[in-house]
């Protein structure tokens, strides 16, 4: 009897929680607008808004590469499994035709469909909730006036029991707080227009933050470093392995070119991002760029002081000079095993002198070298830098057919030696090797844009 | 530094510095001139060879790395008397202006079409976007290509020059 009643009193506990997470989780459906893709925007907010979706890089993860644009589809892998990104365009069944601006503002404050889903936060709502209404105004605008594309979105695929949406409503419990960003007195205008952008929209931090296991942003480490498409997001705090420290100005030049003389090109997942930035204001870039310096802080006296050499040595107004056929390559610096390798086939353009964005950056100043990860640095040296379609852009050949696994962690554990002072890595030929096989997934695509590059041409996909 | 090397079929020893470019040593020790020195940087594609199967550029690959590896260069495509498909295809689509670029291409387009005979438009740009041609005949390439993969099919090969090249 005692049994009957404790169990009966645990169920009823039970039931009366779930009622009350249901409670919770439960949103209501925003009812279908038959205007809603027809409604006339001014063209303004139209333009506006398409400077915003350059910011949120909406594109990128909204596009399968090579399809149309906002069409959604693309597969983006998680730790929690495979999910598909959805069809934006104001297609009326496959994407968001019938989608109120009430809807689309709800999506962006709360991560709620219209249908009322709780949205997965590979959707970084934990930063658009920050988008001010009117931003949102233009940018539902732009949206709902792109080409409708039919297109069904594809299942996701995710471990049990994810796909319970309304497991999602305890994640926001846990981590996502709804609101709007209150501006610092304290600080500049400027500076508070690059956090609006860098934070909100802009979602830096979706990459550039370490996220925990539950896939949440670690707030106590922003900006510390993060990962993206099998690419390393680099620390952009005051742990920023960059051998000449950003400072606001140069950060502009890199955001506004994709390039800068004493950092390097832009590439992977950032190259996206660089690429879409030009459609924004220099005003708006330089306020990122003051924004994000100022969480960098002031570098110490001795990395200055390395800077100082180093923008003597490599910065502006040296002599160009290429290679000829009848150099003959300069002998190797020591007997490393690595070191025959990067004489014959990095250092000569990546010693020539040539100025970037098209000679090679001298590693005494490259980031992926200094940096605690040498996924980048291998991603490149495996697949290169896929030149663009008609126009000028970096480009380097990958060395995944030249050189055997053993001979990429040769030379990079020589190249970490020689040009930074960090410890060795561990485990690179077998990071090489997964790598390269595709077990450790990375994109790399052409730099010049996602509509026209339907190819990953790094490692063998599946 | 004595180094082995098995080019277009035949074992070959030369007396080289370890870092010298497979470029310099084609052209120099081995007397074999279809590839091309455009610009050393890896940037161009004229010096580019099949190694392995794969398409490698020659003018920044150190000699040392080639030991045991299997290097097919132009000349390995064929003869002047027994073209084989990607030069016959080449010649009958009058593909060359110029032609420093060429060798280069056909070895980029014999490294696709090993893979897959029947490449589409998008492959072949794929897999020659690094491949330059001054003269601007790519039209005439992709169509070249296109007939290599016929005339491959046609005569039933599986790929490419199998077998003569590995
Ligand atoms: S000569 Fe080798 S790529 Fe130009
Ligand atoms: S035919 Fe002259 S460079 Fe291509």
């Given at each position: 009897m005692r049994i009957i009643r404790a169990f009966s009193f645990l169920l009823t506990l039970l039931l009366v929680a779930a009622v009350a997470f249901l409670f919770v989780a439960w949103r209501s459906e925003i009812p279908v607008d038959e205007q809603a893709a027809s409604a006339a925007h001014p063209p303004e907010l139209v333009a506006k808004g398409a400077q915003l979706a350059a910011v949120g890089n909406c594109i990128a993860c909204h596009t399968v590469p090579g399809k149309p644009a906002f069409s959604g589809g693309l597969a983006v892998p998680t730790p929690f499994g495979t999910i598909h990104s959805t069809n934006i365009t104001p297609d009326p069944e496959t994407g968001i035709g019938h989608w109120s601006e009430a809807a689309f503002e709800r999506a962006m404050r709360e991560g709620v469909d219209r249908d009322g889903n709780h949205l997965y936060p590979a959707f970084p709502y934990d930063h658009f909730?920050?988008?001010t209404p009117e931003d949102n105004k233009a940018l539902y605008a732009f949206l709902m006036t792109r080409q409708p594309v039919k297109a069904e979105t594809p299942d996701n695929s995710l471990t049990?029991?994810?796909?319970?949406?309304?497991?999602l409503a305890g994640w926001k419990l846990l981590f996502f707080r709804k609101g709007q960003l209150q501006p610092d007195p304290g600080q500049s205008a400027e500076w508070n227009r690059g956090r609006y952008l860098s934070e909100g929209l802009g979602h830096c931090g979706a990459c550039h933050t370490p996220r925990n296991s539950l896939g949440a942003e670690d707030v106590e480490r922003h900006f510390a470093g993060g990962e993206a498409e099998g690419w390393q997001a680099y620390a952009i705090d005051e742990n920023s392995k960059a051998p000449v420290p950003w400072d606001a100005e140069s950060l502009a030049f890199y955001l506004r070119n994709?390039?800068?003389?004493?950092h390097g090109v832009s590439r992977g997942p950032m190259a996206e991002v660089t690429g879409n930035l030009s459609l924004l204001p220099d005003s708006d870039i330089a306020a990122i760029s003051i924004y994000v310096a100022s969480l960098m802080g002031e570098p110490s006296p001795e990395r200055l002081q390395k800077a100082e050499q180093l923008r003597a040595q490599f910065g502006g107004g040296r002599i160009i000079q290429a290679s000829d056929s009848q150099t003959p390559p300069a002998p190797a610096a020591s007997d490393h095993p690595g070191a025959a390798i990067y004489q014959a086939a990095c250092a000569t353009c990546h010693e020539s002198g040539r100025q970037q964005p098209f000679g090679g950056l001298n590693f005494a100043l490259s980031t992926a070298v200094h940096a605690p990860n040498p996924q980048n640095v291998v991603n490149v040296t495996l697949f290169g830098l896929p030149p663009a379609d008609g126009k000028a852009s970096a480009v380097m050949p990958g060395f995944a057919a030249m050189l055997t696994d053993r001979q990429i962690a040769d030379l990079l554990a020589y190249m970490r030696e020689q040009f930074s002072d960090e410890a060795a890595w561990q485990d690179l030929e077998a990071q090489v090797a997964n790598t390269r096989s595709g077990k450790y997934h990375v994109a790399v695509r052409p730099s010049d844009g996602i509509e026209r590059a339907p190819h990953n041409v790094g490692a063998k996909e599946e | 530094m004595a180094i082995s090397l098995k080019v277009n079929g035949e074992d070959k020893r030369i007396d080289a510095d370890p870092a010298t470019p497979l470029l310099y040593v084609l052209r120099d020790d081995l007397a074999l001139n279809g590839a091309k020195y455009g610009c050393g940087l890896g940037q161009c594609g004229s010096c580019m060879v099949v190694v392995n199967g794969e398409a490698v550029l020659s003018c920044m690959t150190p000699v040392m790395l080639m030991e045991g590896r299997e290097i097919t260069t132009v000349e390995g495509l064929g003869t002047i008397e027994e073209p084989g498909p990607l030069q016959q295809a080449f010649i009958e689509m009058q593909a060359a202006q110029c032609g420093y670029c060429i060798p280069g291409m056909m070895m980029s387009a014999h490294a696709l079409l090993r893979r897959n005979?029947?490449?589409s438009d998008e492959d072949i740009r794929q897999a020659l976007g690094t491949n330059l041609c001054r003269c601007g005949t790519h039209m005439r390439i992709m169509a070249a290509i296109r007939r290599a993969g016929e005339l491959m099919q046609a005569a039933g090969l599986?790929?490419?020059g199998e077998g003569r090249t590995g």
């Open positions: 909730t920050w988008v049990f029991p994810l796909e319970f949406r309304p497991l994709g390039w800068h003389e004493l | 005979a029947n490449p599986p790929a490419a």
